[in-house]
């Protein structure tokens, strides 16, 4: 067997090229043949793809599409032969960036748009979560399955970036979120349930968002500014941006708890690396959260920002409460080494 993977982009620390390497390091290491296939490539990763543009497609491989975004491989999956897979990642839905961006609401609307023109293109189609796998399902797919986002956690296990994490280590609680800085995450109620503990609870307490916030600018500005108008300084709110992967460590294992306000996942692979860390997690019920949490933190469904914060000065101050959380990280970890194993999503490549 000979497995050709498609993305529309290929970048380092991204969830769905990670994913797809390491179906790759797998397939190699089983001796499969195995190629990465990419539109768009970060100047430090194309010694591991190939470029889109000139590439010869092998007749004999099964193509692998991770659709995420709309992009020209909609086209070429349409009218490809022989045995097609896609691993469906979930599409942010369009109402979460009016009032931000026309580009981003037509953007993914043109990805909903393809991803119903491939509906009857492919022989399996992967959900990335069962939540996404019932998207598919709707849209009358056949063959759909759910398989968890593919994570080489052992990529988390190098030396933190000890400056960074003396930086952080002062009086003041880490509350952690991790995501590009974008509408469907909510950061904005994290920045008022951060205000409402900060004034009510404990002025000892620091908000970090570690994640790209470049992504649309308008939505980082208006989140910035209305935690200025709450009075809120770089001390009590930190943007870190994207961070190499000794200071990403180094975050991790400064927080405190991992808080969450997102309501649009496909998985949400933040949730998982904070059970890795041990943090008591805390997410808004949402989307795949559930899912991906799979018994371990607390969920809730009421975003006031007084009840939001009182869960997390228990999650924090209740010693008991506390040790039950973090505990319950590493049975997660280890529900998920056994449901990723990628020898099963090789074994239904195998198949087609």
Known sequence: ???????????????????????????????????????????????????????????????????????????????????????????????????????????????????????????????????SAGELRELGYPAVRSFPLLA???????????????MLDDERRNILFVGRVIPNKRIEDLVRTVFYYKKFVSPAVRLIVMGNTRSLPKYFHAVADLAA???????????????PLDEFLAVYRSADVFLSMSEHEGFCLPLLESCLFGLPLLAFDAAAVAE??????????????????????????????????RAQGAPRVERYRRQADPAVLAGWLRQL
């Not at 770089?234 to 943007?239: A, I, N, R």
Request: aromatic letters at 10%.
């Open 292 to 325: 991906t949490m799979d018994g371990a933190g607390i969920l809730f469904r009421d975003k006031d920002p007084a009840r939001a914060a009182e869960l997390l000065r228990q999650a924090l101050e209740d010693g008991e409460l506390n040790r039950r959380l």
């Open 152 to 166: 080489d956690l052992d990529a988390y296990g190098g030396e933190p970036n000890r400056p960074m994490m003396k």
């Open 1 to 131: 067997m000979i497995v050709e993977q498609y993305l529309p982009a290929f970048h380092y620390g991204d969830a769905v090229s990670n994913a797809a390497l390491a179906l790759d390091r797998f397939l190699r290491g089983q001796g499969i043949g195995s190629r990465l296939v990419t539109l768009t490539c970060d100047e430090g990763m194309r010694d591991r793809a190939v470029s889109f543009a000139g590439h010869r497609p092998d007749a004999a491989a099964v193509k692998v599409l991770h659709f995420a975004v709309p992009s020209p491989l909609t086209d070429f999956f349409l009218e490809q032969k022989g045995p097609k897979a896609m691993l469906y990642h979930n599409i942010t839905p369009a109402r979460f960036f009016v009032g931000y961006s026309d580009f981003f609401v037509r953007f993914v609307s043109a990805g909903r748009e393809h991803l119903g023109r491939l509906a009857g293109a492919f022989d399996l189609a992967v959900g990335m979560s069962e939540y």
């Open 229 to 243: 108008r709450f009075h809120l300084t770089s001390e009590d709110v930190l943007f870190t941006g994207h961070l």
